[in-house]
T-cell receptor, first 112, second 113 residues
């Protein structure tokens, strides 16, 4: 069964910490995406990548960065976590030209 | 810029009743349209998609959606809802050229006995 795996389901971090959210897909997809999901706001795009070492800013990139050193792995980095980054983070991947996004189960991050 | 509106934040239906979830989009050309479902604590699963052709598309779990260009709508329907359909539903729009999908804010569906 094809999968997008997010390393943690639940994460609690302190304000100011550097936080890494990992996402790995086993489908050889070119495209990978990071969204955050908040009640009443739906899914908002943080960053995306169409290829290794390539990244593009989404709608809300402030306070985040990403890394894609290998095709299967796309990491989201919170440089200095803040309480307003408490959210559900969803990773997705797809083939180029296909919109069959496959989503991970999400990481619920709480920053205290 | 593309946008998606899901007018209903929360809908409650009785088990066995029919369901229609509304989705309106704003986009100049022919959009690519999608419906996803999210069960509690889970990621999103693709229910169905429309790219072109027949405007009535069938999806998984007995869902269907109809593309109406004149109304800029892509409403999701199911003739008889089951308790397991309780979830959050997201409409999304994309375009040719591999740009990321834009999602609506979601509609939460509750199913009562």
């Amino acid at each position: 069964d094809v999968k997008v795996t997010q390393s943690s389901r639940y994460l609690v971090k302190r304000t100011g910490e550097k936080v890494f959210l990992e996402c790995v897909q086993d489908m050889d997809h070119e495209n990978m995406f990071w969204y955050r999901q908040d009640p009443g706001l739906g899914l908002r795009l943080i960053y995306f990548s169409y290829d290794v070492k390539m990244k593009e800013k989404g709608d809300i990139p402030e306070g985040y960065s990403v890394s894609r050193e290998k095709k299967e792995r796309f990491s989201l980095i919170l440089e200095s976590a803040s309480t307003n980054q408490t959210s559900m983070y969803l990773c997705a991947s797809s083939y180029t030209g296909s919109y069959g996004y496959t989503f991970g189960s999400g990481t619920r991050l709480t920053v205290v | 810029a593309q946008s998606v509106t899901q007018p209903d934040i929360h809908i409650t239906v009785s088990e066995g009743a029919s369901l229609e979830l509304r989705c309106n989009y704003s986009y100049g050309a022919t959009p690519y349209l999608f419906w996803y479902v999210q069960s509690p604590g889970q990621g999103l699963q693709l229910l169905l998609k429309y790219f072109s052709g027949d405007t009535l598309v069938q999806g998984i779990k007995g869902f269907e959606a109809e593309f109406k260009r004149s109304q800029s709508s892509f409403n999701l329907r199911k003739p008889s809802v089951h308790w397991s359909d309780a979830a959050e539903y997201f409409c999304a729009v994309g375009e040719a050229g591999n740009t990321p999908l834009v999602f609506g804010k979601g509609t939460r569906l509750s199913v009562i006995a």
